[in-house]
């Protein structure tokens, strides 16, 4: 595939933010944005996004290569990925594959070689940076199952909780306790969380606003241990500040693998920091957010790591979200376990709605 046509634009995501837009011989991708993010995630831009369209058009000689396979993004590392951010590179790298799997008459999903389709995670009850007001300190209460139940559970929560109030995630508003969400989620056939530590520990010590408290390093670990025996949740992601490869190790030892111990502010789909995690024994889940690292030859190093080790693969949206749907089939194509969205809103249906149409085809 040689690449005959580049162009790049702007665009808002669902947050109404600037974001990237490139489109590579009539394939595009646009990349996405988080609100709550890791210390170690790549910068979405080297600078701002023009600065990085700036960097494209001067390295116009990237155009001249054939691209067959997944491996030839090595071309597009070696003159890019110190010169644009994440946002961007993800975007380029995403539009090429797109192109490539075209030539070979093949979607992308297929180009990659996957046809495991991943159960639906859906941030249903929202708290932490998503929402304003009063509100959970956890960040994500989560249901677990296809489109159908997934879209139920988010109709019985507006109701259980007499809200039209969503958050920038779509998740609905609550000014209810953690524990309290937590009693309503623990009906559900499958629930997860994301506490989202970081976003609320300063001085050593975690600092709950709802209800008040402030608990120690291993008060937080007791804590979440007794949340995971109590209510029983499959999934429970960032329980402790991004930089405790320790103590997210004792949690996961002492629940005995009852539930998924996931990382996300803590890996930042950084190869590094997952063999770290890994070989602590720190995680038996991940997060995998492509603009996170930016690089999908990164990404697919990480999911491998991941796959020879046991951990459970979840791919994720990010809170500013776009029409693109790539990483549906990226999840397809490389086996993820699950997907993490949202079932109500537009940029969130068009990926879940992308996973229903592959499972049609594979069908």
């Not at 110190?82 to 992308?108: D, H, M, Q, V």
């Amino acid at each position: 595939m040689k690449i005959k046509e580049v162009k790049l634009g702007i665009i808002s995501d669902s947050r109404g933010k600037d974001t990237v837009f490139i489109d590579i011989n009539g394939f595009s991708t646009s990349a996405p944005s988080g609100k709550s993010t890791g210390t170690h995630e790549v910068p979405c831009y080297r600078d701002t996004i023009m600065d990085d369209f700036k960097s494209i058009k001067e390295l116009t000689s990237f155009s001249n290569f054939d691209f067959k396979k997944f491996e030839d993004l090595t071309i597009v590392e070696k003159l890019f990925r110190k010169k644009i951010g994440g946002n961007t590179l993800f975007a380029l790298e995403a539009s090429i594959l797109k192109a490539i799997a075209s030539e070979r008459k093949k979607e992308l999903w297929q180009f990659l070689g996957g046809r495991k389709i991943p159960k639906l995670l859906s941030n249903t009850i929202g708290g932490g940076r998503h929402t304003k007001g009063k509100k959970p300190d956890f960040q994500e209460f989560l249901v677990v199952g296809d489109k159908k139940h997934n879209v139920l559970a988010h109709k019985e929560a507006k109701k259980i909780l007499k809200t039209k109030k969503l958050n920038d995630e779509n998740a609905c508003v609550s000014d209810l306790s953690n524990e309290e969400v937590l009693n309503l989620m623990s009906y559900s056939d499958g629930f997860g969380i994301d506490i989202a530590a970081s976003e609320f520990y300063a001085d050593r010590k975690y600092w709950y606003k709802n209800k008040k408290a402030i608990r120690t390093r291993q008060e937080q670990i007791d804590f979440v241990i007794d949340l995971i025996e109590n209510y029983k949740p499959i999934y429970v992601e960032d329980p402790l500040q991004e930089e405790d490869f320790k103590g997210f190790a004792e949690i996961l030892k002492k629940t005995k693998g009852k539930c998924l111990i996931v990382g996300d502010d803590l890996t930042t789909t950084n190869f590094k920091r997952v063999k770290k995690a890994i070989e602590m024994k720190a995680i038996n889940g991940l997060i995998v957010k492509p603009n996170q690292i930016g690089s999908l030859l990164e990404v697919k190093k990480v999911i491998d790591l991941c796959k020879k080790n046991n951990v459970k693969i979840i791919v994720s949206h990010r809170s500013g979200e776009t029409m693109d749907d790539t990483i549906a089939d990226l999840a397809v194509g490389w086996g993820a376990d699950y997907i993490k969205i949202p079932v109500v809103g537009k940029e969130r249906l068009a990926k879940v709605d992308r996973i229903e149409n592959i499972k049609r085809k594979i069908r």
